[in-house]
């Protein structure tokens, strides 16, 4: 079997788990007594752990192996599923958001840098295309199929994602996979300097969306059901953000124009912080729907570049997916955070405002950076 379907279809399973048992944790823990702030900090305990841990797997990913590490952390996340059904006391899902985010950390960034091992400049973009799609649809299966399932039985929920992630462990263990041909590096020397300083860039830009993102996630559902947007077409605004991710994602994969180039990466950001501002002012559905569009387009256009330059350089990838992936958490973690702060200090529609200002920050300090690295807004003309 070819080694990249194969990864496209542990992403779309691994996130399709994700998203189901995301929908069941916090049922499971309110029936036990949680609280919202408990809510709050069995998530936050999670991105911590997940961020914290991402940053040492890529490294450990490149020295053992990405296949031996992710089967071990598949192996974790199994037991972590079947953990929920053993839930008691509000501790044990502390206890157990913590071990999910470290064996979570143990399965994407070396999933990301095993796609990406062996590929050219083209067919890495293909490959992250793919890969990016499979990912998000998994995110939009999951949730869908856990509302019917928790309607029969709450339990059923756990089961499905422990039964899924050991039929992703078993594939690790068993499947037979073809590695594509050896890339031919000195045919990529140009575009891999460019990558490399491009590369802090991306990080920038990444962890403003995912603040940006964090904050809309978390508590635009509270925030637009206060102004009166009823709970069904609340559900289809937020759904608004994964078909435009998806759809964006597809698009970014079929055009090299926006590499080594700020001018793309850039207009998405702004085009995103104004969307943020529909978000902080607009009351009804119409003007979130454009808020929410743009925050869909910016992820995939700031993800793909993290992602794309985080693998076409030169070396092992697991380290710098490692990073990338905790850059990612990280903005999981900080911006609702902050934006909960702000919100509760100051008002409803301040972390909007907030994460727009973090955006046109970002956006400034990408353009200092590569002023300083002396890279032009342009692809270098032995690579094109």
């Known amino acids: 079997m070819r080694k990249e379907p194969f990864l496209y279809l542990l992403g779309f399973a691994m996130d399709a788990c994700a998203g189901l048992v995301g929908l069941g944790v916090p049922l499971l823990a309110m029936g036990i007594g949680a609280s919202y702030g408990d809510l709050g900090a069995i998530g936050a305990t999670g991105s911590v752990a997940y961020s914290l841990s991402c940053f040492a797997s890529g490294s450990l990913a490149d020295r053992v192996g990405y296949r031996r590490l992710m089967t071990l952390a598949s192996l974790g996340m199994v037991l972590v599923f079947c953990s929920y059904l053993a839930v008691e006391r509000i501790w044990h899902l502390y206890a157990i958001a ?83 041909t050896t890339v031919d590096a000195a045919a990529e020397t140009a575009t891999l300097a460019a990558s490399r300083r491009f590369l802090p860039v991306a990080w920038v830009a990444n962890f403003a969306t995912f603040f940006a993102n964090g904050t809309v996630r978390s508590l635009f559902p509270k925030y637009a059901t206060d102004l009166g947007v009823a709970p069904e077409p609340l559900g289809w605004l937020l759904a608004l953000i994964g078909l435009a991710q998806a759809v964006a994602f597809l698009l970014v994969s079929r055009t090299e124009r926006w590499q080594f180039r700020l001018g793309p990466l850039a207009a998405a950001q702004l ?71 702000v919100a509760e200090y100051i008002g409803p529609r301040t972390p909007y405002m907030l994460a727009s200002a973090v955006i046109l920050g970002a956006v400034l300090l990408q353009a200092y950076l590569l002023r300083r690295g002396t890279v032009r807004d342009a692809l270098p003309a032995a690579a094109a």
């Open 98 to 180: 913590l071990a999910g985010g470290v064996f979570h950390s143990g399965f994407w960034p070396p999933l990301q840098a095993w796609l990406g091992r062996r590929r050219d400049r083209r067919s890495l973009l293909r490959a992250v295309g793919r890969f990016n799609v499979s990912w998000s649809l998994g995110f939009l299966v999951g949730p869908a199929v856990a509302g019917a399932l928790y309607a029969r039985d709450s339990s059923y929920v756990f089961y499905v994602g422990a039964v899924v992630t050991g039929v992703l462990l078993l594939g690790l263990l068993l499947a037979r996979l073809s590695e594509p």
């Open 271 to 341: 085009l995103a912080a104004a969307g943020l501002w529909t978000l902080a002012l607009g009351a009804t559905p119409e003007l979130f729907a454009v808020g929410l569009l743009l925050q869909g387009t910016l992820v995939a256009a700031t993800f793909t570049s993290s992602i794309f330059y985080s693998l076409h350089a030169e070396g092992p990838g697991g380290r710098r997916t490692g990073i990338h992936e905790g850059i990612v958490g990280s903005g999981f973690l900080v911006g609702p955070l902050a934006g909960g702060l």
